[in-house]
């Protein structure tokens, strides 16, 4: 995949080495590195001033840890975790403070991270290792098998949140990690037609990311004032 001209990353990270290395390899993959920042307050400044259209953002840092610094971050650019943590209580918790994904070092190379970024600041999916999909649904669930989201919430669930059935099937897709492109090719549905669903099935949720979607689908959130009412 080649990079999207003009696309732009803050790297995040308290270990300087990480960080050089992520650098090279965003670089290495067409993007360009806007900044870096040592922990979740400086990358909250830096993003303020710099503008990225995603921020790569470690877990564990000091002043300011990567799950806490993801609410204030999600509202300037889209965040994507990238973390050695692969605790089930720490993703579910950057998921709901608006992280569009979770990647864990050691489970991608440079194409895998190149696309993801790509996929995170489209919205197009929401990247996740394995390790974090298995780890973000036990999070989000709280109960159930380990790694599956609900083949079909119950007709309830769906009228809590006023989607339609089409809106539900292409949710419970976006739950199992589909992106667009996957969701319209199982449904038959042109890609065009899956990104107004699910611009609508935010809407109906109150959300601004896929992460956050799932979390409000998978009955962690409640609905807003108004949804399940038509």
């Not at 610094?69 to 650019?77: I, K, Q, R, V």
């Not at 605790?87 to 918790?93: R, S």
């Amino acid at each position: 995949m080649s990079a999207r001209p003009g696309l732009r990353v803050l790297v995040v990270d308290d270990n300087p080495v990480v960080r050089a290395g992520l650098v090279a390899l965003l670089e290495a993959g067409g993007l360009t590195v806007a900044g870096e920042a040592v922990d979740g307050r400086h990358a909250v400044e830096q993003a303020r001033l710099l503008r990225p259209d995603l921020v790569l953002l470690d877990v564990r840092m000091p002043e300011m840890d990567g799950v806490a610094a993801a609410g204030p971050l999600s509202e300037l650019a889209k965040v994507l975790m990238l973390s050695y943590d692969t605790d089930a209580e720490v993703i579910g918790a950057a998921v709901r403070n608006g992280a569009a994904g979770y990647l864990v070092h050691g489970t991608f190379g440079v194409a895998e991270l190149i696309a993801a970024v790509h996929d995170t600041v489209e919205g197009r999916a929401s990247p996740l290792s394995p390790a974090a999909s298995v780890a973000v649904v036990e999070a989000l669930r709280g109960a159930g098998p380990a790694g599956r989201a609900p083949e079909h919430p119950a007709g309830p669930s769906r009228d809590r949140w006023g989607l339609s059935r089409r809106e539900a099937e292409v949710m419970d897709l976006i739950a199992r990690g589909r992106a667009n492109g996957e969701i319209a090719a199982m449904l038959v549905l042109s890609e065009f037609t899956v990104k107004n669903h699910v611009n609508r099935i935010f809407t109906k949720l109150g959300v601004r990311t896929r992460g956050a979607a799932i979390a409000s689908w998978l009955g962690t959130a409640a609905p807003p004032d108004g949804a399940g009412d038509g």
